[in-house]
């Protein structure tokens, strides 16, 4: 069973930066996309940042050269590093997985896992 587990949210003024993490157990095959995926109540989810098994990353225009995606793939584990962080930024972030590493862009959901989400709140 796949479990994704989010850390790493809290609060910060505009400007600042925080680092989420997703520690992923019970995945076992070889190919994936993972990647991050935030949701303000009332509005669509918005792909934030992905990343597949080639090390292929796609970020959402709105927070490119402001975060960055990683992986440690000797913990299971991914991060989504976030400077210059600003009030739009709020939002619950979610960590989300599937199987195909194909179009593994933000603007593409078919996601099969999910984690239960972290909140980030920026204020001005």
Not at 19 to 38: D, E, I, K, N
Not at 76 to 83: D, G, P, S
Not at 87 to 94: G, K, L, Q, S, W
Not at 101 to 114: A, K, Q, R, S, V
């Amino acid at each position: 069973q796949v479990q994704l587990v989010e850390s790493g949210g809290g609060s910060v003024q505009a400007g600042g930066s925080l680092r989420l993490a997703c520690a992923a157990s019970g995945y076992t095959h070889r190919t994936y996309c993972v990647g991050w995926v935030r949701q303000v109540p009332g509005k669509e989810r918005e792909g934030v940042a992905t990343i597949n098994s080639n090390g292929d990353k796609n970020y959402a225009d709105s927070v490119k050269g402001r975060f960055t995606i990683s992986q440690d793939n000797a913990k299971m584990t991914l991060y989504l590093h976030m400077n210059s962080l600003k009030p739009e930024d709020t939002a619950m972030y979610y960590c989300a997985a599937r199987l195909s590493p194909d179009y593994c862009y933000t603007w593409i959901g078919g996601w099969n896992y999910w984690g239960q989400g972290t909140q980030v709140a920026v204020s001005s």
